[in-house]
């Protein structure tokens, strides 16, 4: 095999809840493209120096080396032209940029606000001093304080998650009959969440759960995420 | 002219600042249809009694009538269909709705949550108690009280803005390097707000401002947003 994704991984190597990850692998899917991963964690730089950078996901694609989920996403999409699009047209490319934004800006940070505490405790830990120390610097807080705030985080997920209800009230994905890569991006978020979370982001019941199923069942992957 | 638009004013005839009018005016511009507007007051129900509902935006377009600002943009956009498309290929369809149901959970709210108070104010006498009763039921709150939060309010809108801002750091328009259906949406929340608020909602420099001036430019429309 000759494509590899370089996949953030947590103690237990099965363990892939990088949402960043997911959504190269769901593009990877989309494209009906095989690949395997390589489990990484955040102190691996050396094993990644040779993309340039020191984040996941990394692609290798023959003699193609990607890194950044949005740059991998644009990359399949010109390199793959006769597979299924990622984007439709030039407005709903657009729009789903809009789409990113809310979800890394918004939606993101509302589920960082329960998972931080859990990630750090499923990371392996040589990876725990360099999440915490980032983590805390960026949400100006530290871990435990995040902890004690856990059942307002909950809540607030709740109303942050309404104009997605709202859409799956009206259609079956975020892109209408069938899923792209803003589903991609939203659902990356929430198999972080689903995957890493010590209590669940939603009742299983929900039609959030529904339509994460609905995804990977469009594209014949595992219920249960694993890598 | 056989084409109307019943638009939703204030006191002075001239303020017509429905969020929702907004949107169907945008669309009518982006069809290159030329149109007439009616001022239209809340409690004018009789006036639009034809409509077989209460609210407006109601088109007149020569022996059809429609209702319901999103269904007179599929009305359009099936009725003029050489004229440039309000939503792109079927994903950006779908897309708009997202934009639509987060503008409408979440934008509209944190707008009214500062300018409800001032929209009692420029109402005509007659439409004031109906619009009390409603949107006091609607928020749970008085209008006094909302008032009393306004600068909090204002602060939490410069968050909920992020992800446009996010948007328009990337591209010139919501959908991309012209403005559309999703555009319009947005456009009409945000002219609501600049309309109606007794203070501005951001800054005359701010990219939303600049944004707002090149949709009105594209369609060749006053940045007064005159009716």
């Known amino acids: 095999m000759s494509r590899i994704l370089y996949d953030l991984a947590g103690e237990d ?7 960043y990850c997911w959504r190269a692998k769901m593009a990877l899917a989309h494209k009906n493209l095989a690949y395997d991963t390589q489990p990484w964690r955040f102190s691996d730089k050396d094993q990644i120096a040779f993309s340039g950078q020191g984040k996941v996901p990394v692609l ?12 991998i996403a644009d990359y399949l999409e010109e390199a793959y032209p006769h597979e299924p699009s990622l984007y439709g047209d030039a407005p709903g490319r ?3 940029f809009f789409v990113k934004s809310w979800t890394e800006r918004v939606l ?10 859990d990630i750090h405790a499923k990371l392996a830990p040589r990876d725990r001093a360099y999440f915490r120390a980032t983590r805390e610097a ?4 530290t871990l435990e304080d995040i902890a004690t ?3 307002e985080a909950q809540i607030a997920l709740a109303t942050i998650l309404q104009p997605l209800h709202a859409t799956l009230e009206q259609q079956p994905f975020i892109a209408g009959d069938s899923p792209n890569y803003a589903d991609h991006i939203i659902f990356g978020a929430l ?3 689903r995957l890493i979370s010590s209590t669940p982001l939603f009742e299983a019941n929900d039609p959030l759960a529904r ?3 609905a995804v990977l069942e469009t594209y014949g992957l595992p219920a249960g995420l694993t890598a």
């Not at 694609?61 to 740059?71: E, R």
């Not at 993101?108 to 505490?117: N, S």
């Not at 960026?138 to 807080?141: C, E, L, T, Y």
């Open 13 to 19: 190597e099965s363990l892939r809840f990088s949402p």
């Open 60 to 71: 290798v694609d023959g003699s193609t080396i990607v890194a950044d989920s949005q740059l």
């Open 94 to 96: 657009s729009l789903t």
């Open 108 to 117: 993101h940070r509302a589920i960082a606000l329960i998972v931080l505490p």
């Open 138 to 141: 960026a949400f100006k807080r």
């Open 149 to 151: 705030h856990r059942h």
């Open 191 to 193: 198999a972080w969440g």
């Open 211 to 213: 339509w994460m199923d």
